[in-house]
């Protein structure tokens, strides 16, 4: 899960809000937060009270506490600790470690849950530093995300040295459960913003869509690509200049290919994922940067509940692709 100091620094294109007060006839209820290891907002129209909120921002730590691989005595934690070992786990650990082996078959392990060990090597602010080559190497030869073995309610690691970090989908999986949440309790509008993942729900309290701005890489925080106009949907980004680090005159990014252990070479600098569910947002536009634009192109028409994407390349073209309603 991204850091806290790496969003506010270097969150380039994550999705932002725009245009979500004006002319609402509702006073919203909202707050901000640090949870997930980022800044968490989650803004409710109609009548309802804070308490609702505050339940909702419970609700994130609730699966914090399940799915984050560094806090002792949770779920992936525990996996991570028990030597090769079935844990029991609770049954939504369950259902994120199976849905991100489903993006590891779809994206033919480019997309893998079990790069712990690799991207524990890596620091992207506190420390950087390039991973010596037998590190890597080490690291490498427990990727895979074959080695987890899933039976009822308990999780094996066929090789003990495998760890799982979920990072690059737990995020949206808690983003799907908190606006669900809301809905079950009668809210009919809201946005759930946890550090760049983006629910919608419903539409403005004035009856229009949302708008979600697309901030340029590498440039100030209101510098604009163009706005995604949505409703009921999630909208969630990517990108090679989200964390990064220069060193001897080379740029390093977080996003890294499983096959080297180190950042991989694409020709996608971003992506912007329009889909129902922030889970599948998570995972594809990650995907996307990993497997190149012709790949993701192909990749994307089989991603379940995909419905578009606005795809940055290295020379700054955009590519639309789907249904996407994008001005710029």
Avoid at 96 to 119: H, N, P, Q, W
Avoid at 125 to 137: F, I, K, N, Q
Wanted: hydrophobic letters at 45%; charged letters at 20%.
């Amino acid at each position: 899960m991204r850091s806290v100091l790496a969003l506010a620094i270097l969150f380039c294109i994550a999705p932002a809000l725009t245009g979500c007060a004006g002319g609402q006839p509702q006073t919203p209820v909202s707050d901000t937060r640090i949870l997930l290891d980022t800044f968490c907002t989650i803004t409710i129209y109609g009548p309802h009270d804070r308490q609702l909120l505050d339940e909702a921002f419970d609700l994130c730590e609730k699966y914090e506490a399940l799915l984050s691989k560094s806090a002792e005595g949770s779920d992936i934690w525990r996996i991570n600790h028990a030597g090769g070992s079935a844990v029991t786990v609770a049954e939504e650990t369950i259902e994120v470690i199976k849905a991100g082996m489903e993006y590891g078959g779809l994206s033919a392990g480019m997309f893998d849950i079990t790069v712990g060990r690799l991207t524990a090597l890596w620091d992207f602010s506190g420390d950087p530093r390039v991973p010596p080559g037998v590190e890597l190497a080490e690291a490498l030869g427990t990727v895979g995300y074959e080695n987890v073995i899933v039976n009822g309610d308990t999780v094996r690691l066929t090789d003990p040295d495998t760890w799982l970090d979920l990072g690059a989908i737990a995020k949206g999986y808690i983003a799907d459960r908190v606006a669900d949440f809301l809905k079950d309790h009668g809210v009919t509008g809201a946005v759930v913003d946890l550090g760049g993942d983006v629910a919608v729900m419903g539409e403005k309290p004035d009856g229009s869509m949302w708008g979600i701005g697309v901030r340029k890489p590498f440039g100030d925080q209101s510098d604009l690509l163009g706005i995604i106009k949505t409703s009921e949907a999630s909208i969630v980004t990517s990108g090679v200049y989200e964390r990064r680090f220069e060193l001897d005159g080379t740029i390093y990014h977080h996003i890294l290919d499983p096959k080297t252990g180190m950042p991989v070479i694409s020709d996608v600098v971003g992506a912007t994922i329009i889909a129902e569910n922030s889970a599948t947002g998570d995972a594809v536009s990650t995907i996307a940067v990993l497997v190149g634009s012709k790949n993701a192109a192909v990749l994307l028409e089989h991603a379940p509940g995909f419905i578009g994407a606005l795809i940055l390349l290295d020379n700054m073209e955009l590519v639309l692709l789907g249904d996407i309603e994008f001005q710029n």
